[in-house]
């Protein structure tokens, strides 16, 4: 057994020792890719093991932050860190939707049409200042990202798997920009927040890139094969009846709160609960402890509300009514022996 949060909850009921399944995974491979991160990333190890649990649990991922931080460089660190195909596209208000799903065009040597992919046909999209184009263009992303899938001229294509969006945003600039609709933010499993680097870690970035660019020289350490292995893991990790219910009753919570107008979906508890799982799996376990789900209620979570106008006023944040949602809660206890 482990104590959560001061109570006694359940550790393990297979035959196997607590751990040993994710301990013989080759090392475990996402801390792997998080160490090979912080070659690159000075002192974020927190929001890389966002980005990464987000891989593991096929998600994708909202960074937004102010310009400078390493949003764009940290998305390119943990696509080279993984053996997939990575491409990056720049949206800018006159990009088309096309320019995106691909298109067809007529063949006159077979005398037809013919499929033209476009840029979305890759493993890891970087959707660099996604809310710089226009809500049709934007519209054209969440069918890969829901289906993982694009329909161009009435015929379906499958994108590659795996597959996954990093999109950056800007929060304080608004000349240009075209805040993303709630059924877009409702496909961000995460929005993760890097922050401003502390005085020692800034002085670090400073000598690290005095002569070039470490990015170039950075390595993958897993393999298409080791990350889906991950990704299927991840799916299997245990879960009890009680810490589901206590996931519902989090997202549940946010529709009944007196500052919020629109409140978590379904899709919010399915993200939390997959989430968790891959969380489980970077520790090394491969159950779920209540802490796994509070720890990411708010990176989760806190996207999906909309807010009354007097919340804003009050200057009440989406996050501030996660945490106070999560403090709230009764955490699930189960014993076993």
Known sequence: MIAATGRIYLK????????????????NIMKRIVNNMSKIIVGKEKASRLLVISLAAEGHVLLEDVPGIGKTTMAYAMAKSVGLSFNRIQFTPDILPSDITGFTVFNQKINDFEYRSGNIMSNIILADEINRTS?????????????????VDGKTYKLPKPFMVIATQNPVEY??????????????????????PTKTEE?????????????????????LEELTELQAHVRNVRVDESLAAYIVDLVTATRKHDMVSLGCSPRASLSLFRAAQAA????????VIPEDIRDLAVPVLSHRLVLKQEAK?????????????????TIPVKAKV
């Open 313 to 329: 006023i009050k200057r009440i944040t989406n996050e501030s009514i996660i945490s106070e949602i999560v403090s709230r809660q």
């Open 203 to 223: 002085s670090s970035i400073l000598y690290r890139f005095q002569k070039s660019n470490p990015l170039h020289d950075l390595k993958p350490v897993a393999s």
């Open 12 to 27: 393990n009921t297979g035959k196997e020792p607590a751990g040993t399944l994710m301990d013989n995974m080759k090392n």
């Open 175 to 196: 000349m240009g920009t075209y805040p993303l609709p709630e059924a877009q933010l409702d496909r961000f499993l995460m929005k993760i927040s890097i922050g401003y």
């Open 280 to 287: 489980a799996v970077y520790d090394g376990r491969d159950f």
């Open 135 to 151: 809500p049709k263009t934007q519209a054209s992303m969440l069918e890969a990202m829901e289906e993982k899938q694009v329909t």
